[in-house]
């Protein structure tokens, strides 16, 4: 037997799940507060709250943790860090690189496209301006291969 979706029903039967249960203090014959409870732990896997982020971390430690956030598609929490850069170091051309092309990967990832785009086109807009000599060449290179890349793909 399965449901719309090709998956069979979960029947809730046997002693591993009355001892999943019980780990909540719930015991077969209370339905509605297993329910409280499965919908708790549900909706708390999904909050993800404001990062705190200590005022003395330094610029390579704030990449670090929004590289990890990235890698595990924490993209919330990696914009979190690299606003944060941008806000405490966004006056180095380039931590202003890094925190500026790696928004803009990001919202590549989430297929934002348009938003990826003018993130793309306003790091360029930077090595278009006279301090844009000094920016690291890096991310001038990545930003343009990225909009070479949206427009071949029609976004």
């Keep these: 037997m399965s449901t719309q979706f090709g998956i069979p029903p979960v029947r809730g039967k046997g002693p591993a799940f009355d001892r999943f249960l019980a780990g909540f203090g719930v015991r077969r014959g209370k339905p509605v507060r297993a329910c409280l409870v499965c919908a708790f732990l549900v909706l708390a896997?999904?909050?993800?709250?404001?990062?705190?982020?200590?005022?003395?971390?330094?610029?390579?430690?704030?990449?670090?943790?929004?590289?990890?956030?990235?890698?595990?598609?924490?993209?919330?929490?990696?914009?979190?860090?690299?606003?944060?850069?941008?806000?405490?170091?966004?006056?180095?051309?380039?931590?202003?690189?890094?925190?500026?092309?790696?928004?803009?990967?990001?919202?590549?990832?989430?297929?934002?496209?348009?938003e990826a785009r003018r993130g793309f086109e306003n790091l360029l807009a930077l090595y278009a301006e006279p301090e844009g000599e000094s920016l690291p060449a890096q991310f001038k290179v990545l930003a343009e291969k990225m909009l070479s890349q949206l427009a071949e793909r029609g976004h």
């Design 45 to 114: 896997s999904c909050v993800s709250g404001p990062v705190i982020i200590p005022q003395d971390m330094t610029p390579a430690k704030i990449i670090q943790r929004a590289q990890e956030a990235t890698d595990v598609n924490n993209y919330n929490r990696a914009l979190q860090y690299y606003a944060a850069l941008l806000e405490r170091y966004g006056s180095q051309g380039e931590y202003l690189c890094t925190g500026e092309y790696e928004i803009a990967f990001i919202r590549y990832k989430q297929r934002k496209y348009s």
